[in-house]
C-alpha cells in the first residue's frame, strides 16, 4: 500500500498517543477493584462508549464490508436486530443482577447462582475463549502494521503488545473504558470519512442504490431467503436475535465488566442501553463502505470480496484522510485488543487463581497478580500470535467454538435469574447438556450455526428446567438479590427502591 | 428444512421481527419506576430508561419497515 508523509504523521500520532493517554490513568489504579473494575467510578456515557469500542474489532471492519459485498445491507441485521433488543434486555434484566451481586465476572455469578462447577466450567470455556483471540487479534494487528507501513509482522507485533500491554498493564479497566472512548471517537471520524467520501463520489444515497440495485436487487433487503447459506432469515431471527445475540450482550465478560465498573446501577443500566446508540450507526462504517466498494468495483470476486474496504482505502481517500481511516481501522483493533486482554486477566485472577490457588490474600496481592496476568496474556499472544497464521481457519474455528457454548449460557443464565425453581443440578446438567447437543448437531449435520445455537439453546432450557423440577430446590437465602421473583415482587424490597428513587434515603 | 418452513414469505421475517421489537417495548414500558429509576441522582424524565427504550427499539421499528 502507498503510505504518504501526511498519512504516516497521523498514524504515528495515534499510536503514540494512545498509551500516554492510557497510561495516566494509573495512578487512579490502588487495589483490585480499582483494577478489575474501575474503582465502580464509571459514568454511563464512558461505559456506552466502551462497550461499542469492545464489540467493534478490526475484523468487523473487514468481514462485515465483505458481507455487505456479497449480500448487501441484510449484513446490517448483526447491528439492529442481532444487537438493539438484547442490549434492551441486558440493560433492563441481567445488568441490574450482576450489579446487585456484586460480581467481578458472568461466571463468579452463575457460580453464586448456581454451583462452583458450573463458575468453573464457564470461566475455563470463557479464559480459553478469550485467551486464544487474543493471539488472533494480534497477528491481525502484525499484518496490518506490516500493509501499511512496511514493517515486519514480528515487529509489528511488539509494537502492539507494547502500545496496548503498557496502559492494560498498568491503569486496568478505567485505562481501557477511557482508551476505548477516544479509538471511538477515532472510529466514528474515519469510517464517517470513508462513507461520505464514497456517497459523494456516487452521487450520494440515490446514487448508490441505483448502481447497486441494478445487478444485484437483493441488496438493500434487510431479510434473505433461507436458500441463503449465511443470513436465511430464519436463522437471523431465531438464531440470531434469539440466542446468540443474547448471549452476547448479556453473558459476554468483556461487554458485562463495563457496566460492573459503574458508579451506580442507573449508570450501569443506562451504559448498556445507550450503547444500543452508537451500535445502530455502526453500519454507516461498516457495512455501507461494502456496498460503496461494490458500486465502484463489482469485480471483486471470492475472498477478495473480503478486501472491498482496503481497497476503497487504497483507491478512493485522498492523502491524509487514508491515514485517519487506517487509524480507526487500528483503533477497532486496539480497543478490541485492551478489553480482551483486561477480561482475560479478570476471569483468571478472580474464577481461577482466587477460587482455587490463593483463596484469601491481600488486596494489593490479587492486583498484582492482575498485572502479573496481563503481562502474561501479553506475551501468550506474542507467542500464539504466528501460529494463527499456520491455522487459517483458527479464528472461524473461535467463533464456532464461542456459538457452541453460548446457547447453553444463555440459557442458564435467563433462567437463574427469571426462575427461582432452577437449581444447581438444574444448571449444570442445562450447561453441559446444552454444549453436547450444539456440539453433537455441529458434527452431524450442516445446519448454519444460526440453527445449532437456537435448538442447542432451547435443549438446554429444556433440560435445565427438567432437572432442577425434579431435584431439590435452592434455599430462599442462597438466592436473594440473585433472582427476579426475589426483588420485583418482593414487597419490603420494593419500598426500599421506591423511597431511594424518590431520594427518600 | 421442512417444505412448509421454506416456503414461507419473506414477509413472515419481516412481521415477526416488528411484532418482536414491539414485544420489546411494552417488556421494557411496564418495568416499574422504582427499577428504572434506582440509584439515579434525580427522577428527571430524560433518566426515564424506559422512554429510551422506546426510542431505540421504535427507530428499529422503522429501519425494519423501510428495509
Known amino acids: ?505 | 428444512m421442512a417444505e412448509w418452513l421454506k416456503s414461507l414469505s419473506l414477509v413472515w421475517g419481516k412481521i415477526i421481527a416488528i411484532v418482536f421489537f414491539v414485544s420489546m417495548i411494552i417488556w421494557a414500558w411496564f418495568r416499574p419506576r422504582s427499577f428504572i429509576f434506582h440509584e439515579a441522582p434525580n427522577t428527571r424524565r430524560w433518566r426515564d430508561l424506559r422512554i429510551w427504550a422506546a426510542v431505540f427499539l421504535g427507530l428499529q421499528i422503522i429501519i425494519y419497515l423501510i428495509f
Request: glycine share 10%.
Open chain 1, 1 to 505: 500500500m502507498d503510505i504518504r508523509g501526511i498519512d504516516l504523521i497521523i498514524v504515528i500520532a495515534y499510536l503514540v498517543a494512545i498509551p500516554v493517554f492510557g497510561v495516566y490513568f494509573r495512578k487512579y489504579v490502588r487495589t483490585e477493584e480499582d483494577y478489575f473494575l474501575a474503582g465502580k467510578m464509571l459514568p454511563w456515557w464512558i461505559i456506552s462508549m466502551s462497550i461499542i469500542g469492545t464489540n467493534i474489532g478490526a475484523y468487523d471492519y473487514m468481514g462485515s464490508a465483505g458481507g455487505a459485498y456479497r449480500f448487501g445491507i441484510a449484513q446490517a441485521n448483526y447491528e439492529w436486530i442481532g444487537a438493539i433488543p438484547a442490549m434492551v434486555l441486558s440493560a433492563l434484566l441481567f445488568v441490574p443482577y450482576y450489579w446487585k451481586a456484586g460480581v467481578y465476572t458472568v461466571p463468579e455469578f452463575l457460580g453464586k447462582r448456581y454451583s462452583t462447577a458450573v463458575r468453573v466450567i464457564e470461566a475455563i470455556l470463557w479464559g480459553a475463549f478469550l485467551a486464544c483471540v487474543l493471539g488472533v487479534f494480534f497477528w491481525a494487528s502484525g499484518l496490518m502494521l506490516n500493509e501499511y507501513l512496511g514493517i515486519p509482522i514480528g515487529i509489528s507485533i511488539l509494537i502492539t503488545a507494547l502500545i496496548v500491554g503498557i496502559y492494560t498493564i498498568t491503569g486496568g479497566l478505567a485505562a481501557v473504558a477511557m482508551t476505548d472512548v477516544v479509538q471511538l471517537l477515532v472510529m466514528f471520524i474515519g469510517g464517517t470519512a470513508l462513507t461520505v467520501l464514497g456517497l459523494w463520489t456516487l452521487g450520494g444515497w440515490s446514487g448508490l442504490v441505483n448502481v447497486v440495485s441494478s445487478e444485484n436487487p437483493q441488496h438493500f433487503k434487510l431479510f434473505l431467503p433461507l436458500d441463503n447459506p449465511i443470513l436465511p432469515w430464519l436463522g437471523i431471527v431465531f438464531g440470531l436475535a434469539f440466542v446468540l445475540s443474547p448471549a452476547w450482550w448479556c453473558c459476554h465478560q468483556a461487554i458485562i465488566q463495563r457496566t460492573l465498573g459503574a458508579r451506580s446501577e442507573w449508570d450501569a443500566k443506562a451504559g448498556m442501553l445507550f450503547a444500543s446508540f452508537p451500535k445502530m450507526l455502526i453500519p454507516v462504517l461498516v457495512v455501507l463502505p461494502g456496498l460503496l466498494a461494490l458500486a465502484l468495483n463489482p469485480g471483486l470476486a471470492g475472498p477478495d470480496m473480503d478486501k472491498a474496504f482496503p481497497w476503497l482505502i487504497k483507491n478512493l481517500l485522498p492523502a491524509g484522510l487514508a491515514g485517519l481511516v487506517f487509524a480507526a481501522f487500528m483503533a477497532a483493533l486496539i480497543s478490541s485488543v485492551d478489553s480482551t486482554l483486561n477480561s482475560a486477566a479478570t476471569l483468571w485472577t478472580r474464577d481461577i487463581y482466587q477460587r482455587f490457588i490463593v483463596k484469601k490474600a491481600s488486596d494489593k496481592h490479587y492486583l498484582k497478580v492482575g498485572r502479573v496476568l496481563t503481562l502474561v496474556f501479553v506475551l501468550w499472544a506474542i507467542a500464539f500470535a504466528p501460529v494463527t497464521k499456520k491455522f487459517p481457519g483458527i479464528y472461524v474455528a473461535m467463533q464456532t467454538l464461542l456459538s457452541i457454548f453460548q446457547g447453553p449460557t444463555f440459557a442458564i443464565t435467563l433462567l437463574g435469574i427469571y426462575w427461582k425453581r432452577a437449581n444447581r443440578w438444574g444448571g449444570l446438567c442445562g450447561l453441559i447438556g446444552g454444549v453436547a447437543i450444539s456440539s453433537s448437531l455441529f458434527f452431524i449435520t450442516e445446519w448454519s450455526f444460526l440453527y445449532i445455537a437456537w435448538w442447542s439453546f432451547l435443549g438446554s432450557l429444556l433440560i435445565t428446567i427438567v432437572v432442577s423440577l425434579f431435584s431439590k430446590p435452592e434455599p430462599v437465602e442462597k438466592l436473594e438479590g440473585l433472582v427476579y421473583g426475589l426483588v420485583m415482587k418482593d414487597k419490603g424490597m420494593q419500598d426500599i427502591l421506591k423511597k431511594r428513587a424518590e431520594g427518600g434515603e
